[in-house]
């Protein structure tokens, strides 16, 4: 059975601090990869894509990583920010009536 | 537009009601997706539409659920005698072509809440 399991379920860290944000999956055959960021009450937003030949990608203070091996994947986000507040959440094109696997996503709180 | 919109965006309506659901993709994509998000779970995948055709309907929960989509465009997910258990958020995204290659951009939603 395709899944994707996303931890921790939630997070509360003090701004300025970093953060990681883990995704093991189980899709095959596997496509690509992609974090979303999701801001309370607004649709999910794309941060990064990953294809099986890349390991790492930054975008801005997020880089993701991605070990097609291990089926792992990583959200690093660094110097948190006040608007890093969100839900975050994993998606692994395979599998599904829409190719896609979603996560249930991490619900990360930052704290001044 | 900029982006996807959906409307209304807040609907709240009595058990046993009809509900639709109106989305706008981004002008010119051709992929449009309807997804539920209930609390604390991930996003489930309802139906997608290549142009005018949803080639797989086996992911709307029950027939009480149902899409269209005219014109290549605007798109609506109707359900009818809602339940309780309907209440979730509705989310539409649209995307260039149908394919897990292309992003998927994502509209606010409409929260639905049935009594």
């Known amino acids: 059975k395709n899944q994707v399991e996303q931890s921790p379920q939630s997070l509360i860290i003090l701004e300025g601090k970093n953060c990681t944000l883990q995704c093991n999956y189980t899709v095959s055959p596997f496509s690509n990869l992609r974090w979303y960021k999701q801001d309370t009450g607004r649709g999910p937003v794309s941060l990064t894509i990953m294809t099986f030949s890349e390991n790492t990608k930054s975008n801005g203070r997020y880089t993701a990583t991605l070990d097609a091996d291990t089926k792992q994947s990583s959200l690093h986000i660094t110097a948190s920010q006040l608007s890093d507040s969100a839900s975050y959440i994993c998606?692994?094109?395979?599998?599904?009536?829409?190719?896609?696997?979603f996560g249930k996503g991490t619900h990360l709180i930052i704290q001044p | 537009g900029a982006g996807v919109s959906q409307s209304p965006s807040n609907k709240v309506t009595e058990k046993g009601k009809d509900v639709e659901l109106r989305c706008d993709p981004i002008?010119?994509?051709?992929?449009l997706y309807w997804y539920r998000q209930s609390l604390g779970q991930g996003l489930e995948f309802l139906i997608y539409f290549q142009g005018n055709s949803a080639p797989d309907k086996s992911g709307l929960p029950s027939d009480r659920f149902s899409a269209e989509r005219t014109g290549g465009s605007v798109s609506t997910l109707t359900i009818q005698r809602t339940q309780q258990e309907d209440s979730a958020v509705y989310l539409c995204?649209?995307?260039?072509?149908?394919?897990?290659?292309?992003?998927?951009?994502f509209g606010p939603g409409t929260r639905l809440t049935v009594l």
């Open positions: 998606v692994v094109s395979g599998g599904g009536a829409d190719g896609l696997t």
């Open positions: 995204a649209s995307s260039l072509a149908w394919g897990t290659q292309n992003e998927q951009f």
């Open positions: 002008s010119g994509h051709t992929a």
